[in-house]
């Protein structure tokens, strides 16, 4: 069924009315998209998305009430709106995981590049659905927003409509967007439409071509920020600087007994939307058998290869470094417009926007890796939050780890990013050393439904340390190469490629000395007392091309980086920052009793 115009305008007071209450009720939020772009989202609910084909993104996350408001009227299973910003209740932003709420928003522009990612599965999965988006001002200013609407326009998503709430206002003021937005739309490759915000019927025909031409749709929804109330047009309307008394009145204005008569019909039509996750157990793909010095990249890129060729549904990419981070493999398949049976998605040097599209293609069930240097997981690591606070699993590959990157010089040698990526809440990381820690790393990160996973890998090659038969890797860190006597006088913690070198540093510092890999530091926290005790016996070193500081929470002494890097061979820079085998055992013979 359609609803017209008047039945739309009756339809979004009842969502006004609504979503102030719960402005009201928690004395804080955003007034102003909820009387300003009311009817665009009830056009959207009430006449374009079909409930178990669709999905709905509020990239303007500020509007969470509004969200809310249409979501418990449509018939959604979501927390009273009384609880709107109260501890336990609806938070103050959306957040993925709430019946209704396709992604976690907030932070301007990630909502829109999290559609992009939606919209993109919903092709790969050969799904009719279709993507709808609501976004601000704000939102299309920033820079994520900008990269994914041009992989959009570029892959012909015509499944996705953007809806730009175009208030021509910001927090501090007028808009400081100067830029002609249509037009920058345009050359970007999507149909562009203008609309009366006002006008449902409007905006329901724009948003109808939706599947029915080769392009995404922009539709610029003309609105006014505050509208009805006494600061209509102005910036002030953002936030809640209405009266109580005022909310009380607007609320009494927009309720709308017939509007809510409306939305108990569309309610009826609620069913669940059904998500696909991949059952297989991904522990049917084997390493192949390697000898030699080896790239942890280069594993890595074997492990994809034997994924993808057990038959695991998996889809790849990187930001133009495929060839580099060994996330291309042999058996990576082009995705290309109108062709959506690929497995590899070339995203551009746009590494904000891969993570976060990553992130959408993650959020509906399909498993996904995007591959680029670890030094730009900072341009990434926005959405790598989100994907973290939303427990969405992608996996994000992070090849060049150190400083051993060499000529390239400081700019692409990461110091602080490990660490940094470590500190993250519900972040699995690894940085394995070996074959058998690269295998567990991906089968660790394709296993867990619930938290996105950092693949850090070498550049450049180095020695395997064979892993023990019977150790565990799991727990994050074992004993790879035990002490040659009874007594352990020191334990040397390792990961990646400083495993080796922790190696002949024992050997150097004679009998009582073990040396332990440590692939996941977080995995290893979880572990009980009794066995990181049995793990960390006598004086405790670590050994690792990166940050120091955080490394004394197991460490008696850390060998490690705490300064930018310099250009030079990788070898010679290893070096210079003292990863030499001679002095750091000449170093430690003082403190090993």
Known sequence: MSYNSKDLKEMANAVRAGALHALRMARSGHVGIVLGAATAITAVFANALRVGRDKFVM????????????????????????????????????????????????????????????????????????????CSDGDLMEGVAQEAIAFAGRYKLNNLVLIWDDNGMTIDGVTQGEENIPARMMAAGWKITTVDGEKGDQITRAMAVVNNQPKPVFV?????????????????????????????????????????????????????????????????????????????????????????????????????????????????????????????????????????????????????????????????????????????????????????????????????????????????????????????????????????????????KFKQIETPRGADVRRGGYVIVPANSGRVRATIIATGAEVPLAVDVAKKLGDGIQVVSMPSVGHFKRQTDAYKQGILRGFVVVIEAGASAPWFEFADAVVGIDEFGVSGPGAEVYAHFGFDADKIAESLKKNIK
Not at 79 to 108: N, S, Y
Not at 111 to 127: D, T
């Open 220 to 460: 610029q929804c003309k609105t006014q920020i505050g509208f009805g109330s006494s600061l209509a047009g102005q910036n002030k309307a953002h936030g809640l600087a209405l009266s109580d008394a005022e909310l009380a009145e607007l609320i009494d204005k927009f309720i709308s007994p017939a509007g809510e008569s409306l939305w108990a019909d569309v309610a009826k039509n609620h069913f669940d939307m059904l998500m696909i996750n991949p059952s297989m157990d991904v522990r049917r793909a084997k390493m192949p058998a390697v000898s030699g010095d080896v790239s942890t990249r280069e594993l890595s890129g074997l492990y994809i290869n034997e994924i993808i060729k057990s038959g695991f549904p998996i889809i790849g990419g990187s930001a133009d470094l495929g060839g580099s981070t060994n996330g291309r493999v042999e058996s990576s398949v082009d995705v290309v417009p109108g062709v959506w049976n690929g497995n590899y998605i070339n995203y551009g040097v746009r590494e904000h926007a891969m993570a976060a599209i990553m992130n959408g293609i993650s959020s509906v069930g399909l498993r996904t890796y995007g591959s680029t240097f670890l030094v730009f997981s900072d341009y990434m690591r926005p959405a790598m939050r989100l994907a973290a606070l939303s427990g969405i699993p992608s996996i994000f590959v992070l090849t060049h780890d150190s400083v051993a990157v060499g000529e390239d010089g400081p700019t692409h040698q990461p110091i602080e990013q490990l660490a940094s990526l470590r500190l993250m809440p519900n972040m699995n990381v690894f940085r394995p050393c070996n074959a058998d820690e690269v295998a567990v790393a991906w089968q660790m990160a394709l296993q867990d439904n619930n938290s996105p996973s950092s693949i850090v890998l070498s550049r450049q």
């Open 59 to 134: 990239s303007a996350g500020h509007g969470s009430a509004l969200l809310y408001s249409v979501l418990n009227l449509a018939g959604y299973d979501i927390d009273g709106l009384g609880t709107f910003r109260k501890m336990g209740g609806l938070p103050g932003h959306p957040e993925f995981g709430i019946d209704g709420v396709d992604a976690t928003t907030g932070p301007l522009g990630q909502g829109v590049a999290n559609a992009v990612g939606i919209a993109l599965a919903e092709k790969m999965r050969n799904s009719d659905g279709c993507v709808y988006c609501l």
